[in-house]
């Protein structure tokens, strides 16, 4: 029972944290990567997210790595933040539908999971690092690194 009771202290300590350190709103346009060269709009702790996404997720005959390109829309949840800023560094995983456009995975449905850190380098501009995990029928899991750079503007 006691162990039942800290843990909800816990908690509800750190959701309160994390709700007051995180901006209301915020909307990002991310000109690179990751999540995808797009717009995102984040509400507290969770985002929506779409664009144009490009990965190197084969190889040519030569043994160069190839970039596929995918339309990417999906979810993040934020949490962890760090710092004293106004609006934290912190860490995010996402969870994305993708629609290849070309190569192997044209016309092709996916799923990409990703993890990582977002770091609030001065005023709205951020930087991300991270992996993610793409998964299509008929194609084996590929693993990528993910970064991405994005400006954001904050309404609270």
Do not use: C
């Given at each position: 029972?006691?162990?039942?009771?800290?843990?909800?202290?816990?908690?509800?300590?750190?959701?309160?944290?994390?709700?007051?350190?995180?901006?209301?709103?915020?909307?990002?346009?991310?000109?690179?990567?990751?999540?995808s060269i797009g717009l995102e709009f984040r509400h507290r702790q969770?985002?929506?997210?779409?664009?144009?996404?490009?990965?190197?997720?084969?190889?040519?005959?030569?043994?160069?790595?190839?970039?596929?390109?995918?339309?990417?829309?999906?979810?993040?949840?934020?949490?962890?933040?760090?710092?004293?800023?106004?609006?934290?560094?912190?860490?995010?995983?996402?969870?994305?539908?993708?629609?290849?456009?070309?190569?192997?995975?044209?016309?092709?449905?996916?799923?990409?999971v990703d993890a990582g850190f977002r770091w609030m380098v001065w005023?709205?501009l951020n930087v991300r690092i991270g992996a993610a995990m793409l998964?299509?029928?008929?194609?084996?899991?590929?693993?990528?690194?993910?970064?991405?750079?994005?400006?954001?503007?904050?309404?609270?």
């Open positions: 029972m006691k162990k039942g009771i800290l843990f909800s202290l816990l908690f509800s300590a750190t959701s309160a944290f994390a709700q007051r350190s995180f901006s209301k709103n915020e909307l990002s346009i991310n000109g690179f990567r990751n999540p969770v985002s929506i997210h779409t664009g144009y996404y490009m990965t190197a997720v084969s190889q040519n005959s030569e043994g160069n790595p190839e970039n596929t390109s995918f339309i990417r829309s999906g979810i993040s949840f934020w949490f962890l933040p760090v710092g004293r800023k106004a609006n934290p560094s912190s860490f995010y995983s996402s969870l994305s539908y993708v629609r290849g456009l070309n190569r192997t995975y044209k016309d092709q449905n996916g799923l990409m005023k709205g998964a299509a029928p008929n194609h084996t899991l590929k693993l990528n690194p993910v970064g991405g750079i994005s400006y954001s503007f904050f309404f609270n």
